[in-house]
């Protein structure tokens, strides 16, 4: 069974600009989570996704947003970026079942400069 | 506000040594709590979880310790091999709801 992947591996971007970030959930999966990995905060959550809808929500500024298509595929957009936004995202798919485990793609590098 | 706090933040074990990790929580709703474990250029990948109506849980190597009093739990790793560097993660939820990571412990095992 395929993984969850995670495009592009890499992105620079400069501040002011926006950017998509691509996550492929593995077969099966109805929820995708995002979160925000830096040095300083470990991992912070973004938002959850379920069936298309928006299940959870962490608390992160508007201009992080997200969606999740019927495929169950997801996308997550942040605009007009900030230096403090580069870091590492992580895409997480589950069953989305109380304790279903998190299967983590090996994450998307932003660097705004 | 930060509903798991980890310690410490990095650790060096010898081989052969008890790696231990220790996470406490606020939240009394939380009654899930994995441990997932990430090597560098990886993400995160589930190691080993406890619910709370037990106090212990081994697989293999890999032991939760679980305090509800004083909500703490915590990762022992017995014979600690250089495999097991990696930077490990507690976290916690409830339900449905968001799982909240704790800010992560760097594991060296040195030979």
């Known amino acids: 069974k395929a993984g969850v992947t995670q495009t592009p591996r890499y992105l620079i971007k400069t501040r002011g600009q926006q950017v998509t970030l691509s996550c492929s959930p593995i077969s099966g999966h109805r929820s995708v989570s995002w979160y925000q990995q830096t040095p300083g905060q470990g991992l912070q959550f973004l938002f959850e996704?379920?069936?298309?809808?928006?299940?959870n929500k962490g608390n992160f500024p508007g201009r992080f947003s997200g969606r999740q298509f019927s495929n169950s595929r997801s996308e997550m957009n942040v605009s007009t970026l900030e230096l403090g936004d580069s870091a590492l995202y992580l895409c997480?798919?589950?069953?989305?079942?109380?304790?279903?485990?998190?299967?983590f793609g090996n994450g998307t590098r932003l660097t705004v400069t | 506000q930060q509903q798991v706090k980890q310690s410490p933040q990095s650790l060096i074990v010898q081989k052969g040594g008890i790696s231990i990790i220790n996470c406490a929580y606020e939240?009394?709703?939380?009654?899930?709590f994995p441990w997932y474990q990430q090597f560098p250029g990886k993400g995160p990948a589930l190691l080993i979880a406890i619910r709370p109506d037990v106090s212990e849980k081994k697989e293999g190597r890999f032991t939760i310790s679980f305090n509800k009093s004083a909500k703490q739990f915590s990762l022992h790793i017995m014979d600690s091999q250089p495999g097991d560097s990696a930077t490990y993660f507690c976290a916690a939820n409830f339900g449905n709801e968001k799982l909240t990571f704790g800010t992560g412990t760097r594991l060296t095992i040195i030979p």
């Open positions: 997480a798919s589950s069953l989305g079942q109380v304790n279903s485990p998190l299967h």
């Open positions: 996704y379920f069936s298309e809808t928006q299940r």
């Open positions: 939240n009394t709703a939380f009654d899930y």
